[in-house]
């Protein structure tokens, strides 16, 4: 069974930057497009970012494109997600989840493509 442990979460002031990781235990990680969302408290979840199952093909939410990046290492079971000039609104609970999908670039935007999620790691950004 696979499971997902997020990690790297904390307080952190505007403009710092912060890399939370998703070790992913179980077999067959490298068949699993990968993703973060994260949901603040009284708003829905929201997309941040996806990768492919290789690692070549990634897609961002327009709110942390170019200041967010997701990678993954297959031999690690990990997938990373570099956070850079960190936002007030940033601040929420940040969630890693893996999709199994039809192809090798598939890349999911919609949470309901996703049928494994983790507890979450809490990001709070300070002014």
């Known amino acids: 069974q696979v499971q997902l442990v997020e990690s790297g979460g904390g307080l952190v002031q505007t403009g710092d930057s912060l890399r939370l990781s998703c070790a992913v235990s179980g077999r067959f990680f490298s068949n699993y497009a990968m993703g973060w969302f994260r949901q603040a408290p009284g708003k829905e979840r929201e997309f941040i970012a996806t990768?492919?199952?290789?690692?070549?093909?990634?897609d961002y939410a327009d709110s942390v494109n170019g200041r967010f990046t997701i990678s993954r290492d297959n031999a690690k079971n990990t997938v990373y997600l570099q956070m850079n000039t960190l936002k007030l609104e940033d601040t929420a609970v940040y969630y890693c989840a893996a999709a199994d999908g039809p192809d090798y670039y598939y890349t999911p935007r919609h949470p309901r493509e996703y049928a494994i999620w983790g507890r979450g790691t809490q990001v709070t950004v300070s002014s």
């Open positions: 990768i492919n199952r290789g690692g070549l093909t990634t």
